[in-house]
């Protein structure tokens, strides 16, 4: 299998609140790191805009990464519409 690495981009909607969200998202961590194909799952929020968070994540496979959107706690975060996603990279092993 090939591993797998993310970069991906979170915003708040206007209507919600950064803290609820960031709240949300450590509870959400918490579940992830749990998953059998997760090997790192980080949330770092903006210092200078707490409306937006970055993730880096590292799976075992993209069939991990897709197992991950199927997951309860995944579907339950998703539910909140919290946040919105700017952008994502698949990204390669370092060269």
Known sequence: MNPLWISAGLTVYDNQSPARAREELAIL?????TEE??????IR?????????????EWISADALTAH???AHTKHYLSLELTHI????RLEATL
């Open 45 to 57: 929020p903006h210092q200078n805009a707490p409306n937006k968070f970055t993730l880096w994540e």
């Open 69 to 71: 959107f199927e997951a």
């Open 86 to 89: 700017d952008y994502v990279e």
């Open 37 to 42: 194909g997760c090997v790192s799952f980080e």
């Open 29 to 33: 961590r918490a579940h992830t790191m």
